[in-house]
């Protein structure tokens, strides 16, 4: 019944800008926590990032953490990842999932939800 649907990957160059978005359907979202996960060619599924639905309390994965911001957006049902200076590391298939709350976010957090994916490619 949960449904998540990423949109706005694509092609760009080094140092551009890119916002994905995750529009959630089929339940409630205000008592989850919602996540950004990427998977590049040849290495394991990484955590990004995870906002706290209820008040916004975000975390994010140090590799990432002051290029990428998670937003989102209660009206809309849409949780943003905003992704500044593009390089060509952040090259990767990325993920919008979606949990139950949790009073502890940690980036090893499981996910029950999860959405089809978008491509997201940087060149050099």
């Known amino acids: 019944q949960v449904q998540l649907v990423e949109t706005g990957g694509g092609l760009v160059q080094a140092g551009g800008s890119l916002r994905l978005s995750c529009a959630a359907s089929?339940?409630?979202?205000?008592?989850?926590?919602m996540g950004w996960l990427r998977q590049a060619p040849g290495k394991e599924r990484e955590f990004v990032g995870a906002?706290?639905?209820?008040?916004?309390?975000?975390i994010y994965a140090d590799s990432v953490k002051g290029r990428f911001t998670i937003s989102r957006d209660n009206i809309k049902n849409t949780v943003d990842l905003q992704i500044l200076s593009l390089k060509p590391e952040d090259t990767a298939i990325y993920y919008c999932?979606?949990?139950?709350?949790?009073?502890?976010?940690?980036?090893?957090?499981?996910?029950?939800?999860w959405g089809q994916g978008t491509q997201v490619t940087v060149s050099s």
């Open positions: 089929g339940g409630s979202f205000s008592n989850y926590v």
């Open positions: 906002i706290r639905w209820s008040d916004s309390s975000r």
């Open positions: 999932a979606a949990r139950y709350w949790a009073m502890t976010m940690t980036q090893s957090l499981k996910w029950d939800y």
